[in-house]
């Protein structure tokens, strides 16, 4: 029993155990299918908002083309499934049996050579996280290693999030163009339309969140933690105690892109296509309010703050249409000025403390009473002066 209170008081263990709680039990149990597939859609954003968290929070580092890497895990996940719906039996019709619809209707008459390896789940399994790691390490490494940062590493990322959505676009034969990858059915086989598969997506994809969450809270409390938290206050310091500093902003940059194209690739299994939309500088600058929102030093936080973001605007477009934006706008500014730390810091600076005194004073009551009970009795205090004997406490 011991070892067990020791192991829940351990840091952020509670906050974890109830986000759990939240999305493996309540949500599927008050939510019908349609509303559980949503927030499962909500929760491929908080990937890249524990990202984020990592990577602004911790490392210090602000990027606003987080939205690169989660279409590019998107679209690797929507390469292979695409492929799946395009055998020849299922498009027989097009002038070129075989191969994507949009590269049918672009006159491609072959599949190009680059596509080929996404015919295996394994390789677009390893590419989800590989080709966002890839591409986050050539841009992090260029820039870290000229000590490029701030605000100008911050605008170098919205040019590499408008360059890839240009290219997507423009390279409409190869990659669907401003219209995406759609009617994404199967992988291997599963038909991801039917109701049983869209919970076990929806627990697939939050049981690999909260496994993210784990790791990256393991992280945090490692030497690798300590030194991006150093990064961040003191850069100077660590770069002249003997450590890399850019080979660990590197580091870092990578995690977050590869945790993002997870929830890319989670995104294109949930929702059934994938488009150049979330990949542009608007929808990264809202990636980026999600973490603000939930606590850019809390991944439970990032989690919480992408649910009620995404369920806001959700429930804004749905019931006001003609003002939702000036709602969103309201509720970004409403959350921030209230909450400088985001609603991990409502957890921190006002609940916990509420919560803490509130056991304190129990405690001290309980304390009290006991005291009462075997404080000793005076044998002549037992008749009042009225006469009357009373008994002892």
Not at 221 to 227: A, P, V
């Amino acid at each position: 029993m011991t070892s067990i209170k020791t192991f829940l008081k351990q840091p952020g263990l509670t906050g974890f155990i109830i986000l759990a709680g939240i999305l493996l039990i309540v949500f599927p149990a008050c939510f019908d299918i349609f509303r559980l597939n949503l927030i499962g859609k909500y929760l491929t954003y908080a990937f890249v908002a524990i990202g984020l968290v990592m990577l602004w929070g911790w490392g210090g580092v602000l990027s606003l083309g987080q939205g690169v890497f989660f279409g590019l895990g998107g679209y690797c996940m929507a390469m292979f499934l695409k492929l799946e719906a395009s055998d020849p039996i299922t498009t027989k019709i097009q002038s070129t049996p075989g191969i994507p619809d949009f590269m049918d209707w672009n006159q491609l008459t072959a599949l190009p050579i680059w596509w080929e390896p996404f015919h295996s789940l394994t390789f677009t399994f390893i590419a989800v996280i590989g080709v966002p790691v890839i591409l986050a390490f050539i841009v992090s490494y260029a820039m870290f290693k000229r000590r490029v940062g701030g605000v100008y590493f911050a605008i170098i990322t919205q040019a590499v999030s408008l360059i890839l959505m240009t290219l997507i676009i423009g390279l409409q034969g190869y990659t669907g163009g401003v219209n995406g990858m759609t009617d994404l059915k199967t992988m291997a086989g599963w038909d991801t339309r039917t109701d049983s598969a869209k919970i076990i997506l929806y627990y697939a994809c939050a049981g690999t969140l909260l496994l993210c969450v784990l790791i990256g809270t393991w992280m945090q409390r490692s030497k690798f933690g300590t030194l991006l938290l150093a990064m961040k206050d003191k850069e100077d310091r660590v770069r002249f105690s003997g450590y890399d500093v850019s080979m660990f902003k590197v580091a870092v940059f990578c995690l977050a892109a590869g945790v993002s194209g997870i929830g890319g690739a989670f995104f294109a299994l949930q929702v059934g296509f994938m488009s150049p939309s979330f990949v542009g500088i608007v929808p990264s600058i809202e990636l980026v309010i999600l973490c603000a929102v939930g606590g850019r030093m809390s991944l439970v936080g990032a989690v919480y703050g992408s649910l009620l973001v995404n369920a806001a605007k959700t429930l804004f477009s749905e019931s006001f249409p003609d003002l939702w934006l000036f709602l969103m706008a309201a509720l970004f500014i409403g959350v921030t000025m209230a909450f400088p730390l985001g609603l991990a810091g409502l957890w921190d600076e006002k609940i916990k403390p509420w919560w803490k005194k509130r056991n304190e004073d129990r405690l001290a009551l309980r304390n009290r009473l006991k005291e009462l009970e075997n404080e000793p009795v005076d044998p002549s205090a037992h008749t009042t002066s009225t006469g009357i004997e009373r008994s002892p406490v």
